[in-house]
Structures are given as C-alpha cells and as structure tokens.
C-alpha cells in the first residue's frame, strides 16, 4: 500500500514536459489554421446575411481563427489543480474558440436581436453571459456573452459546409462600450508579466460602472430619438406643424409631403438644410409651412432652371423667394461668407422681376 502512494506521489511530481508539448499542439494548429478561418468566414457570411434584414444596429462583424501565439499560449498553461500537468491536455478537443466571431453593438437593446438570430441559425452548444455571473459575484468588470455554436444538421448537410459539420466556434456579442473597456483591459493584463497591480484593477472595475451607465444612457437617448421621429411623423400627418422642431428627418419627412419624395437625396442633404434653416431663425415646422404657404415650386424653379428640379432645389428656391426681400435671408444664410451671394441676391431679383414676380420678405417669428 504505501509503496503505491510513492509511486504515485513520484508520478505527480514528475516534470511535465511543457515545452514538447507546446511545439507538438502548435505545429498541428499551423498545419490546419486555415481551415478554423475558412469555418469563422462562413459564420461570419452567415451572420451578416441574418443582420442585413433585421433593424439591430451592428457596429461591426468580424472572424478570426485563433493566432498561432494565441493558440501556443494557451496549450502552455498549467492546470489550476495540478500545475504539474497542462490545463488542455487535449487541446484541440478542450480549447473552444480557434474558430472564433465578435459581434459589436451600438446599443444594449440590439443585444436581445442579436441573440435572436444566434438561436435561430446555429445550433448552441453553450452560452455564457457575464454580466450574470458578475452580477452573481456581485462584482463590476467585463461585460460580454458568449456562445459556442455550430451549424444546424440542416445547414450542414449542404456540400458547401459539409467540412466544418461539428466544428466549435465560439461567437462573442456585446456593445462598443463594453468592448473598448475589454480590449483596453486586454492590452494592458497582456503587458503586465504578473497579474495587474492592485490599484490599477480597482480603476478598471470603477471604469466598468461608469460603462455600464454610459450604455443605458444612450441606449435611453437612442429610445427617445426614436419616439421623437414617431411623434414627429404623427404631427405632420395631422398637420400639427408647430409641435415638430426641425430636424433632418422631420424636415425631410414634411417636404416628402409637400414637395413629393426624392429618393436621390441623403442625409447629409437634409442636415445641410435643417441647419441653414435654424441659422434663418426658424424653429418648427410650423414657422416653415407659413413661410412657404401659397408658392408654387414648379412655376419659380422654372424661373430660374427652366424646368421642373429635384425636391430639395425647389424647397431651397421656394424659401430663397418667401423671404428674399429682406436682408435677414441673405445676411444668414450660410452662403453670406461668399463673394458670389451678392451677385445671386441681384440676378435672382432680375429673372423673378422678368417673370412679373417680386420676393417677399417673410422673417420667422416676426
């Protein structure tokens, strides 16, 4: 009997041999890396595909096979019970994200869509939210969820990705916020040879509360943006123009009312005159209907293109004549720095003139 337990003692004690092991694992990883990048590309198309017709809001989507120093890195690990013996002793069945996606939100909300998506196109094997376990520990720190996944045996049994059937691959998800907290903590515990000082840690996880607050407040704002373009919507259908500020979209809104929609003009189009007209003094929809009321934006452009022009050009020429025969339009308007204003003023008094038209001199809140 006590001749066994020697023995054994004497077998626990024995060195392992890490640095043969660790040349071993990671010759075999170099010889099928590539096939871990070929499966992270193929959930990669899978999960962008899945994204492109839902409305979360997806900073980025990116793959990636585990490096060759990542990978030797970790097979090099020790056990935590016995530190004697390497934590993957079979790595390439223990080690969960060679094959590996990172999925990055604007928004807490989009989270929940992501995870939506997960369970409907791959088969979960795992999924670890660390938020919870934090929550559980009742600890601050990194914020993440993570699944193991593979492809559903439908999917799978497509000849296209036949070869990856069975593979792990682990998907991260979490909000921009949470992952610069996770990469700037990353990088700075990979410089450290021993684990972080104390008084750096502690910064950290006051950094992780004030992140976690961060996130809900703008997941609020982006919440009350959005009720602000519904409600603004509902204005202008019931014609309650003095309750709507002006804004890109609520201005692009009413002009697709009163002009007829133009699928040619962006966003930028929109914040270029949403912000020229506030320079002009208006504040709302309202004061903007009053001051375009009653002209006809096909007989003035025609005035001065000579034919019908897009939707935005005719707002522009309607608003240039409605109040064009005060010096308040043209001293405001962001074009009054230019040396070609004056000359505009002149010439499109001239072919209005020619056209039996006149300016008015319409200024906001006067």
Same mark, same amino acid.
């Given at each position: 009997m006590g001749e066994r337990v020697t023995d054994q003692i004497e077998q626990e004690s024995a060195a392992f041999d890490f640095d043969a092991h660790g040349r071993a694992a990671t010759d075999k990883f170099k010889d099928v890396r590539q096939f871990y990048e070929d499966c992270s590309k193929v959930i990669e198309t899978i999960m962008v595909q899945a994204l492109d017709s839902d409305p979360a809001r997806i900073h980025s989507v990116d793959s990636r096979a585990k490096t060759v120093a990542s990978f030797h890195r970790k097979v090099m690990r020790p056990s935590a019970e016995n530190p004697n013996q390497p934590k993957y002793s079979n790595p390439f069945q223990q080690i969960t994200d060679l094959a590996g996606l990172r999925v990055i939100t604007y928004f807490i909300e989009d989270l929940s869509r992501v995870d939506q998506i997960i369970?409907?196109?791959?088969?979960?094997?795992?999924?670890?939210?660390?938020?919870?376990?934090?929550?559980?520990?009742?600890?601050?720190?990194?914020? +993440?969820?993570?699944?193991?996944?593979?492809?559903?045996?439908?999917?799978?049994e497509l000849s296209e990705y036949q070869r990856f059937a069975n593979t792990t691959v682990e998907i991260q998800v979490r909000t921009i916020l949470q992952h610069a907290w996770a990469e700037?903590?990353?990088?700075?515990?990979? =410089? +450290?040879?021993?684990?972080? #000082?104390?008084?750096? =840690?502690?910064?950290?996880?006051?950094? /992780?509360?004030?992140?976690?607050? /961060?996130?809900?407040?703008?997941? /609020?704002?982006?919440?009350?943006?959005?009720?602000?373009?519904?409600?603004? =919507?509902? +204005?202008?259908?019931?014609?309650?123009?003095?309750?709507?500020?002006?804004? #890109?979209?609520?201005? =692009?809104?009413?002009?697709?009312?009163?002009?007829? #929609?133009?699928?040619?003009? +962006?966003?930028?189009?929109?914040?270029w005159n949403a912000r020229m007209l506030k320079r002009l003094g208006f504040r709302n929809l309202g004061q903007l209907d009053e001051c375009i009321r009653g002209y006809d934006d096909d007989a003035i452009t025609k005035v001065f293109w000579f034919g019908r022009q897009g939707q935005l050009r005719r707002f522009e020429d309607v608003v240039m004549v409605a109040m064009g025969g005060s010096d308040h339009y043209w001293s405001k308007h962001p074009y009054a720095e230019f040396d070609f204003w004056p000359d505009r003023r002149e010439s499109a008094a001239e072919q209005l003139e020619s056209a039996g038209l006149e300016f008015g001199s319409y200024v906001p809140g006067e």
């Open positions: 369970v409907n196109e791959f088969e979960i094997l795992e999924k670890t939210n660390r938020s919870t376990l934090l929550e559980d520990e009742e600890k601050l720190g990194y914020q +993440s969820v993570h699944y193991l996944v593979r492809l559903k045996e439908n999917r799978a700037i903590e990353h990088d700075i515990q990979y =410089k +450290s040879v021993e684990a972080l #000082p104390t008084g750096i =840690k502690r910064r950290f996880l006051s950094l /992780a509360g004030l992140i976690e607050i /961060a996130d809900r407040e703008f997941q /609020a704002i982006a919440t009350e943006e959005g009720r602000i373009r519904s409600d603004a =919507k509902k +204005s202008i259908d019931l014609g309650q123009l003095t309750d709507v500020e002006i804004t #890109p979209d609520a201005l =692009k809104q009413y002009l697709d009312s009163r002009f007829g #929609p133009d699928g040619r003009m +962006s966003d930028w189009n929109y914040g």
